[in-house]
């Protein structure tokens, strides 16, 4: 099929395995003017002023990112939208949201959702979209924030970690999520029920753990999709790292209440179980889990209950990660990392390409309403990936693009690389044997 017959494309790219919307399989992808504008036969390519052919190297959609802390402005020492999207590139993302705090001043109004954009503007190798934010205090300013283009809003029922982005108590979510209903946006929920929730009893991780409780994130849940019942609101579950939000996610859904769920590569990859003494590079909130509950978000993503996984990119300074669990800033920087460690543990549980495509890009698009993203189809934006599946390589901290070197991927053996990164047909990334443009 194609469209636009009449002027050659400017790129065909063609792979043995590309990863579409009705499955995996030969085809020649053409290109003109950032999109898509045929799908073809494997060997019925056409003539283009740019031809690729990838061979067995998969041809995947662009990710999308939907949880990428960027900080800039305001703690741009910790990540700026340069270095993000460079990192995002590299990794096969071609579209990222923002959220809206850890950045001066936080998006939770219309003018610092112009300040933010301002700071975005020439410095971003891939799309970037905003998520506002609702905390106390700024309901009225939901539907300009809405008006002015942002995704969707961010709140946290438990402290966010810094001052000026406070949580929503039970009034102020049900106030929000009324506002946030009356003109059909999303609410995205960090999800922990402070009641549960103490200081860690030591510095290890052990007694990090202890500290957030599964049951903290399900009876949030629980309150969350009451709430969006009785207020009708679209809302989403951000980073779920405990299996215990399985059974009341599931409830939801089947009794027809608008609520969707997230989770992130470090859960699905990482364990309790291997954190090393003094490693707070695997310090996040809500925290890694045990590796029987790995499993089970596994079986959540099989079932469908979990949507998407998306990074929950959250930097810092290495000084922030002091070696003490519980003074430590919480945040896994991964941007990079997303598609080979899920690809990595996903073919090794049976998963397919297609698998990992529907729930790092697809799905993640369709949550945040972005049109042309996250599928190769006719009239798409040529956002596309060549990823090597089969590619084994040793992650290397210093040969990363995000602004500081601190991940617990580093010296970790991943599958597959992301060869080249295409946004709207342009080339903005390549591995690191190549140059990054």
Known sequence: MSA????????????????LPGGEGPAAVAVRDGRI???????????????????DV???????????????????????????????????????????????PPTVDADALAVKRRAAD??????????????????????????????????????????EFPPLDEDGLRAAM??????????????????????????????????????????????????????????HILHVSSALCLEPLAKARREGVRLTAETCPHYLTLTAEEVPEGATQFKCCPPIRSSAN??????????????????DHSPSTPDLKVPDFAAAWGGISSLQLG?????????????????????MAENPAALAG???????????????????????????VSALHHRNPVTPYHGRTLLGEVRTTWLRGRAVGRDPRGALL
């Open 4 to 19: 636009g017959a009449e002027k050659a494309p400017d790129l065909v790219i063609r792979s043995r395995r590309a990863v």
């Open 37 to 55: 504008v045929g799908v073809h036969a494997h060997d019925a390519w056409p003539e283009a002023a740019e031809r690729v052919d990838l061979g």
């Open 58 to 104: 998969a041809l995947l959609p662009g990710l999308v990112d939907t949880h990428v802390h960027v900080n800039e402005p305001g703690r741009t020492h910790w990540e700026g939208f340069a270095s993000a999207t460079r990192a995002a590139a590299a990794g096969g993302v071609t579209t990222i949201v923002d959220m809206p705090l850890n950045s001066l």
């Open 122 to 163: 020439g410095r971003c190798a891939v799309d970037v979209a905003f998520w506002g934010g609702a905390v106390p205090g700024n309901v009225a300013d939901l539907r300009p924030l809405h008006e002015a283009g942002v995704r969707g809003f961010k709140c946290f029922l438990s402290p966010s970690g810094v001052d």
């Open 178 to 235: 009324a506002e946030i209903a009356s003109f059909d946006g999303l609410l995205v929920v960090h999800a922990e029920d402070p009641a549960l929730l103490a200081e860690p009893e030591g510095p290890g991780y052990p007694e990090f753990l202890g500290s957030r409780p599964g049951e903290a994130e399900r009876r949030a849940v629980e309150r969350v999709a009451a709430l969006a019942g009785e207020t009708g609101v679209r809302a």
């Open 294 to 311: 790995r499993d089970e978000l596994w079986r959540g993503l099989a079932d469908g209950v979990l949507g998407c996984v998306v990074s």
């Open 339 to 359: 598609l080979t460690a899920v690809w990595t543990e996903a073919e090794r549980r049976g998963h397919g390409l297609g698998d990992v495509v529907r729930w």
């Open 370 to 396: 972005l049109p042309g993203k996250g599928a190769i189809a006719v009239g798409a934006d040529a956002d596309l990936v060549a990823f090597d599946a089969g590619a084994v390589h040793t992650v290397d």
